[in-house]
């Protein structure tokens, strides 16, 4: 059974921040794996998603990387605004369709 | 439409009691998932539709939960005899073809059960 784990599990940093949230997951066939951001008492909003064939994909302040045979995926956000502040979830996608995901990272950017 | 919606955003329920929580999923979505997320965790999944067929009920945690999705769009997440242990924020996501890259989410249902 696929078990995704992300750490830390709460981080909290000054403005203009670089940081980096770390996934694990445990078995390596997967179809690809996805960065969601998750608002307080909303829904889930994809941010970057990854092909099992591709190695990172970016989206602005944000890149996302993976190494599937490792079973590693980072989050990298640069110069972090208070905006940034929510909790990121990582999940990947098997054969099954379904999403497993990780515990979450609750990030806190204070200005 | 525009998103998933669902329906009611918050439901408070005494123990024992039966609850119905509804998705819309985007229209023209062929894939439907139920996903249940306790407080401080992530998602865990429950169940896949794809149009009218449950393919996949392998995370539905007893037989109290029990889905459908009769015309293969609005879906219905029914859970009886509530238990305080069900209260969590239940989650629908819709994806346009079997296998889409992309799970598209509503904003949930928050169940509380006292």
């Known amino acids: 059974k696929q078990e995704v784990t992300q750490i830390p599990a709460a981080l909290s940093v000054p403005e203009g921040e670089n940081l980096v949230l770390n996934c694990s997951f445990t078995?390596?066939?997967?179809?690809?794996l996805q960065w969601f951001r998750q608002d307080p008492g909303k829904g889930l909003t994809s941010l970057l998603l990854?092909?099992?064939?591709?190695r990172e994909q970016t989206s602005g302040r944000l890149n996302a990387s993976l190494d599937k045979s490792s079973g590693r995926s980072t989050l990298y956000i640069a110069a972090s605004q208070p905006g940034d502040s929510a909790t990121y979830l990582c999940a990947v996608k098997d054969a099954g369709n379904m999403l497993t995901f990780g515990g979450g990272t609750r990030l806190m950017v204070k200005p | 439409g525009a998103g998933v919606s669902q329906s009611p955003r918050y439901k408070v329920a005494k123990r024992g009691q039966d609850v119905a929580l509804r998705c819309d999923p985007i229209s023209g979505h062929v894939s439907l998932f139920w996903y249940q997320q306790a407080l401080g965790q992530g998602p865990e999944f429950l169940t896949y539709f794809q149009n009218e067929a449950q393919l996949d009920k392998s995370g539905l945690p007893s037989d109290r939960f029990f889905a459908e999705r009769p015309e293969g769009s609005v879906s219905t997440l029914k859970i009886q005899r509530t238990q305080q242990e069900d209260s969590a924020v239940y989650l629908c996501?819709?994806?346009?073809?079997?296998?889409?890259?992309?799970?598209?989410f509503g904003p949930g249902t928050r169940l509380l059960v006292l």
């Open positions: 078995d390596s066939a997967i179809y690809n």
């Open positions: 990854i092909q099992s064939s591709q």
């Open positions: 996501a819709s994806s346009s073809y079997p296998g889409g890259e992309t799970q598209y």
